[in-house]
């Protein structure tokens, strides 16, 4: 509830900060400035709801209204950038009038005026698409070539799915959607690396059903991500994922054998888990011959930074969405070692899926989501 509280305030100031460039810096004259105003006060209630809702709705009756609020969210972002450039315009204009000792105040309104609407406009419709992009997630392929794999699981097939974010404004339809997709590919084998909800186990639980319909002949694994501790104990998540036939690897690993000859599958929880949940990956490796080779599952990109040190020969992760909403890719880079695709990190390489699913707003502009299909070859 406190954090409800804190995000609406947030959200509160912004609206206020909005109605002050699309109504009294534009001048709108009646009925159109409380037609405005009159959104803006609507979608916070709405994106309140949004926030709250697989926590303290149930989106059993939110999630429509929910998809709106959290929608808006991503127009509200564009919105803010947008009318800050015109901002700076408008200065520039006043500035370069004052330089000639001209009166500027005619023709600011008039920018403000015709920028604001297209600013509006460009949001609105950015949004749109951004919605449409991220409800159809798309099977990519990849090929990772690597050194010390065995001629045994030469050409494995992985399919790598993180970040479903099922909850707030997605549901089991999305989950089932997903799954469709997966077994259509009939992977050797998958993976589900965390954050697969945003809720408790309670309100969102049964929204994963669905999982329980993967299928590949050497297994389902899985981990947590950052944002399964966070409305709910992880451990239940965790739980109730191997009711539905994940093996969730909880900082351990185990064997596949294939055709005689196996490989380590090692899990370690999410880098910000709280005790007692902390990821170990020594812990996961302990006990293991190094000359095997190990694919490790790790939900975010910066733990392959210590899994370059044990010697991983491969490190699967998501978590950054490559950004999800354009420009937002730029501040990613700022926190982890790789945005998306392919990498290496030290002497790990390391693929990063842009993630199913969608968090906050159900919106990816310029980052579409993705199911992605690793081929693992020997080099």
């Known amino acids: 509830m406190m954090r ?7 959200l509160a100031l912004v609206g206020l900060f909005l109605h002050l460039r699309f109504v009294r810096a534009t001048r709108l004259g009646r009925p159109w400035s409380t037609v405005v105003d009159l959104v803006l006060v609507v979608m916070w209630m709405l994106a309140l709801l949004g926030i709250g809702s ?11 209204p ?20 015109l901002g700076a315009v408008t200065l520039s ?15 600011r309104l008039r920018v403000t005026r015709a920028g604001s609407a297209v600013v509006a406009a460009v949001s609105v419709i950015t949004v749109g698409y951004g919605a449409f992009e991220a409800a159809y997630p798309k099977v ?7 050194d010390r794999l065995p001629s045994e699981f030469d050409g494995l097939r992985v ?15 999305f989950v089932q959607r997903v799954v469709d997709q997966v077994n259509q590919q009939t992977p050797d084998m998958v993976i589900l690396d965390g954050d697969l909800i945003d809720g408790t186990v309670e309100l969102v639980g049964q929204d994963l059903e669905p999982l329980r319909q993967l299928s590949a002949p050497l297994g389902v694994f899985g981990v947590s991500g950052n944002h399964d501790f966070y409305a709910d104990d992880g451990g239940k998540w965790l739980d109730l994922w191997e009711t539905l036939g994940v093996s969730v690897l909880r900082n351990q690993r185990e064997v596949v054998t294939r055709y005689g000859v196996g490989i380590d599958v090692a899990g370690i929880n999410d880098a910000t888990a709280p005790a007692p949940y902390e990821p170990d990956l020594g812990a996961a490796l302990d006990g293991r011959d190094p000359s095997d080779f190990v694919l490790l599952l790790a939900h975010q990109p910066l733990q392959a930074l210590e899994a370059s040190d044990f010697d991983v020969d491969l490190q699967v992760s998501g978590h950054t969405h490559a950004g999800q909403i354009w420009p937002l890719r730029y501040l990613v880079r700022l ?45």
């Open 4 to 10: 409800l509280l804190i995000f609406g305030t947030f």
């Open 54 to 64: 697989g926590e303290l709705f149930d989106p059993a009756w939110a999630r429509i």
């Open 66 to 85: 929910a998809w709106i609020g959290l929608s808006w969210l991503a127009v509200v972002l564009y919105l803010v950038l947008g009318t800050t450039l």
């Open 93 to 107: 204009i006043r500035l370069a009038a004052a330089r000639t000792r001209r009166e500027s105040a005619a023709t």
């Open 140 to 146: 990519t392929h990849t090929t990772v070539a690597l």
């Open 159 to 173: 399919a790598l799915v993180s970040d479903l974010h099922v909850g707030p404004a997605r549901g089991a339809d």
């Open 335 to 379: 926190q982890q070692p790789s945005v998306e695709g392919l990498d290496s990190i030290g002497s790990t390489t390391l693929y990063t899926t842009r993630g199913a699913g969608a968090w906050g707003p159900p919106i990816r502009v310029a980052a579409p989501p993705e199911i992605a299909m690793l081929q693992l070859v020997r080099d």
